[in-house]
């Protein structure tokens, strides 16, 4: 998961840079692209911040939770999000 998360990223990043460089930074497209950007990384944080949240309560009180199911659980919010902004990044070029 964390080699398709860091590949997905790259190829995400490389795709918006595109963007930047080809559309005006008031074009609709450009401007619905970056609130899209911003939402789902603030959506992704908030999801690792549960999660986190969980595996630190769950340890205070005697459950704690094994690293590689909490990093599993972590990366999930933004490897969802990075796998599907790359297929829909390709997909509209």
Not at 40 to 46: G, H, P
Not at 47 to 73: C, D, F, K, S
Request: charged share 25%.
């Amino acid at each position: 998961m964390a080699l398709e998360l860091w590949t997905t990223s790259l190829e995400t990043i490389a795709m918006r840079h595109r963007l930047w460089h080809t559309l005006s930074p008031a074009s609709p497209r450009m401007l619905q692209e970056n609130q899209r950007m911003v939402s789902e990384k603030l959506e992704a944080s908030l999801e690792i911040g549960v999660e986190l949240h969980r595996a630190i309560l769950g340890a205070v009180n005697g459950r704690p939770t094994p690293w590689w199911v909490t990093g599993r659980r972590t990366l999930g919010p933004l490897h969802r999000r990075t796998t599907a902004n790359s297929h829909r990044l390709s997909r509209d070029h």
